[in-house]
């Protein structure tokens, strides 16, 4: 069984920074992609970062210059640094992870709340 466990959420006032994590455990050879998602009530999950086992990665636009996501592969572990958080980053972040163990499986975290104040 692989198991990926977010930390790192919380409240915390604009322009704040926050640092997720992402542990991922059980039997795993390899992971891939490592993303993080975010969403909020009423809406659909939409990523907002994410890299692949050689460190290159994507942002959503939203977030470019603002986060960013990085991993550990000796440690199985993803991160995702935020800084200048705004109002609208408000949500449950979920991390993503294409891991392979016996075979190629999608794996989801079980969320982390982010909040912002004004």
């Known amino acids: 069984q692989v198991q990926l466990v977010e930390s790192g959420g919380g409240l915390v006032q604009a322009g704040g920074s926050l640092r997720l994590s992402c542990a991922a455990s059980g039997s795993i050879a390899s992971i891939s992609t490592m993303a993080w998602y975010r969403q909020t009530p009423g809406k659909q999950r939409e990523l907002v970062a994410q890299i692949t086992s050689g460190g290159s990665t994507v942002y959503a636009d939203s977030v470019k210059g603002r986060f960013t996501i990085s991993r550990d592969n000796a440690k199985n572990t993803g991160y995702l640094q935020m800084v200048s958080l705004k109002p609208e980053d408000t949500a449950v972040y979920y991390c993503?992870?294409?891991?392979?163990?016996?075979?190629?499986?999608?794996?989801w975290g079980q969320g982390t709340q982010v909040t912002v104040s004004s």
């Open positions: 993503n992870a294409a891991v392979y163990s016996r075979r190629w499986n999608n794996y």
